[in-house]
């Protein structure tokens, strides 16, 4: 109703100039007449005649002043009817920019110079826990202070000291006291000459999002000491199954191969078949229990359990050497170490993935070995002089290695690079920063 009466109050004040115009024109051309006739009496021309018919030059005058006069009425209609179309859109763009600022997601509020709130939204009251009358007025770090406020971290500080934008996270206090974290961003606001005269402040409200992350970080240290438990439990069941292979399954196969041999040594010599039946059988053990003590010794080398893990290291070692001539250099620093078995397992697996993949992709001739205690941590270096490792290959059929030789070191706290250059070999690096 009201927007109507001021549209039509508009447009009759406009247009009433134009009517204002000319009736200025028509006082003038009466004016011009009474004056006309007064003056030039002597002619006996009278005021009616003046204005009705006035000569040829004063008629061009009169047109004129007349002309001007409703030019003007028009020109100033035009003029009044920008002036309020201008001040329709500008009442129509502060009413937007007002609904936005009052219904936005994230709590807002504007800051003058002197630290006093001169605005704030709905969402930041209600994120600060206070009333519209508690806010405007008051100083900003009387109403959702934080850690920053007092100090030279305080956004209005860095912004006059002319910092653009200003985003940090903190922890603001509401007026009862609890505590609500937020991603905090300050910008400067300047009036219409651009002179700053304050800051606006937004505070999103992140307490599901930390709850979110805090739920991920419970569910993954869940997931890590399952995963070690069931690292544990599957070395268990390796060391069981060598066990059970090498002594029971290998025990009978050594007392049935002695049987053969007793056989062989007491049976007729003129029986000649009998014999090469004998000595093929025993051959036959004797491969059946090689390969039964390879297969215990690959589940779960006792040699790891017996002697340590240098040990183990080396015998491994020895057996590449033995099997494919490729040298070795191995240095372990303390010679004797003791370590607890889930660091012990984790390093000698790493090492037996990073001696897998040597043998199968490198081409090389040497492997030097690293094991070393430093800084209450153990780590082990393995690096050839092979091929070098290529990004592809890291990220190719091959990562699936990488990725159990990572997951092994993450299980226990421990990190793992792979690194190398074509033709200058590759480096596995194992770090277990609490190991010893």
């Not at 934080?146 to 653009?164: F, K, L, Y």
Request: glycine share 8%; hydrophobic share 40%; with cysteine.
């Amino acid at each position: 109703m009201n927007g109507n009466s001021s549209s039509a109050s508009a447009y009759f004040s406009s247009d009433g100039l134009v009517v204002l115009g000319v009736v200025l024109g028509a006082m003038s051309w009466g004016l011009e007449s009474f004056i006309h006739s007064q003056i030039f009496y002597d002619q006996q021309r009278d005021f009616i005649l003046s204005l009705l018919m006035p000569d040829r030059h004063e008629l061009w005058m009169r047109c004129i002043i007349v002309a001007l006069f409703v030019s003007f009425g028009f020109y100033s209609r035009k003029v009044i009817q920008a002036l309020n179309d201008a001040r329709e859109e500008l009442v129509k763009v502060n009413t937007e920019l007002v609904q936005i600022f009052d219904t936005a997601a994230d709590g807002m509020r504007v800051i003058g110079a002197d630290f006093s709130i001169q605005r704030a939204n709905s969402t930041f009251l209600h994120l600060a826990g206070v009333g519209a009358m508690d806010v405007v007025g008051r100083k900003c770090h009387e109403v959702f202070q934080g850690e920053s406020c007092h100090t030279d971290t305080c956004p209005m500080i860095r912004i006059q000291r002319g910092e653009a934008r200003v985003e940090y996270d903190a922890v603001k206090m509401r007026q009862d006291g609890s505590r609500i974290p937020c991603i905090v961003t300050a910008t400067p606001f300047y009036n219409s000459r651009r002179e700053l005269v304050g800051i606006v402040e937004d505070f999103k409200d992140i307490s599901e999002r930390n709850k979110t992350e805090q739920a991920l970080r419970d569910s993954h240290n869940k997931l890590h000491q399952v995963s070690t438990h069931l690292e544990m439990v599957r070395e268990q069941e390796r060391r069981t199954i060598s066990r059970e292979i090498h002594d029971e399954l290998g025990q009978n196969l050594t007392g049935l191969l002695m049987d053969v041999q007793w056989l062989v040594r007491n049976q007729d010599a003129t029986d000649a078949d009998v014999d090469e039946k004998l000595t093929g059988m025993a051959s036959l053990l004797n491969q059946t229990i090689q390969t039964v003590r390879r297969i215990a010794s690959e589940i779960r080398p006792g040699v790891l359990d017996d002697l340590g893990l240098q040990a183990a290291i080396e015998a491994e070692a020895d057996k590449v050497r033995d099997r494919l001539g490729i040298l070795f250099d191995i240095v372990c620093l303390p010679e004797e170490m003791e370590l607890d078995e889930q660091y012990r397992n984790t390093v000698f697996r790493i090492f037996k993935e990073a001696l897998t993949n040597i043998i199968r992709h490198a081409g090389a001739s040497r492997v030097t070995i690293r094991l070393m205690v430093a800084a209450g941590g153990v780590t082990l270096t393995v690096s050839d002089n092979g091929r070098g490792i290529t990004e592809d290959e890291k990220r190719g059929n091959r990562s699936l290695g990488l990725a159990s030789m990572h997951e092994r070191a993450w299980l226990v706290g421990g990190s793992l690079r792979v690194f190398g250059e074509p033709g200058q070999g590759t480096t596995v690096f194992l770090n277990l920063p609490h190991a010893y």
